[in-house]
């Protein structure tokens, strides 16, 4: 199978060894037994920090980074690809209807260019939670997410960011 290692980097370094030993020999051993179970697996890992300055730092182990470091994708983040950000909105509501047992088919306008003006620092994420929020607020017989169905954070934000720039956005309420 595969396995996912979600945030690497914020592996200890005394895990870092088991892991490492668990790719070098292709097996784990249970607690309590006494035979080793081989494994066939893939590994597919992500971290938000650069690895090979966090081998520098000593805070990765140098043979793990060698280990896991066969194919290196790297992704940029959102607020460098902000193009992507109706594709992933359509998607998250997609997903979220399922759940949450909606129907909703729009988003404002002016929803999407609040997205699109925000920095994300959570990248995709954070995106997802926003949706996920504002899926939750928008009533059962509604089909539309409205800026009132924005957390106010990322709303003053984006409002407070034009306004440092010399323009405010012409967001209504």
């Known amino acids: ?19 490492l030993r668990v790719l070098q020999e292709r097996e784990i051993m249970r607690i309590g037994d006494f035979k080793p179970i081989k494994l066939d697996i ?11 300055k966090a081998v520098n730092e000593g805070k990765f182990r140098e043979d793990l980074y060698y280990r896991i470091n ?24 997609n997903e979220f ?11 404002d306008p002016e929803v999407i260019d609040i997205l699109m003006a925000y920095d994300w620092r959570g990248n995709v994420r954070e995106l997802k939670s926003c949706i996920e929020r504002a899926m939750n607020l928008v009533e059962r017989n ?9 957390p106010s954070f990322l709303v003053e934000g984006v409002r407070q960011q034009g306004t440092s720039r010399g323009y405010i956005p012409t967001l209504k309420d």
């Open 97 to 107: 209807n399922t759940v949450l047992g909606k129907f909703v088919t729009d988003v």
């Open 142 to 150: 509604k089909s539309q997410i409205k800026v009132h169905h924005l």
């Open 1 to 19: 199978g595969t396995i996912f290692l979600d945030e690497i980097s914020e592996m200890p370094l005394d895990l870092q060894v088991k892991l």
């Open 70 to 93: 066969v194919i290196e994708i790297r992704i940029p983040p959102l607020r460098e690809r902000k193009e992507d950000i109706p594709l992933l909105v359509k998607s998250f509501i």
């Open 42 to 52: 893939h590994i597919i890992s992500s971290s938000n920090k650069d690895l090979l």
